[in-house]
Nanobody
Framework: QVQLAESGGGLVQAGGSLRLSCAAS????????VGWFRQAPGKEREFVSA????????YYGDSVKGRFTISRDNAKKTVYLQMNSLTPEDTAAYYC?????????????????WGQGTQVTVSS
């Protein structure tokens, strides 16, 4: 079992940057693929990015491609989401999630473990 805790959210102006962290506790974190999702008020949870257990494969949603970068440090049991060129449309609660699988997926229903989320607000 894995427990996840996000941090790094906050208020930033449009064009700015933030780096989110997803810290894991529990065993065998390096066996888990990790995804980032976000949810704005009144909207469905949206896939943002995912990274394989080795970090060798990554995938991004179309709305963040070229602006966001996902990475992981298995020794620190942490996954990062570097967010650049932020716009007000990026405002949402951001969640990390883990799935014990070698296969990346964008399907929110496939992920087994979730953090509590961290709020990102981008002002115009």
């Amino acid at each position: 079992q894995v427990q996840l805790a996000e941090s790094g959210g906050g208020l930033v102006q449009a064009g700015g940057s933030l780096r989110l962290s997803c810290a894991a506790s529990g065993r065998a974190f390096s066996m888990y693929a990790v995804g980032w999702f976000r949810q704005a008020p009144g909207k469905e949870r949206e896939f943002v990015s995912a990274i394989s257990w080795s970090g060798g494969s990554t995938y991004y949603g179309d709305s963040v491609k070229g602006r966001f970068t996902i990475s992981r440090d298995n020794a620190k049991k942490t996954v990062y989401l570097q967010m650049n060129s932020l716009t007000p449309e990026d405002t949402a609660a951001y969640y990390c999630a883990a799935l014990r699988s070698p296969i990346l997926t964008t399907d929110v229903g496939e992920y087994e473990y979730w953090g509590q989320g961290t709020q990102v607000t981008v002002s115009s």
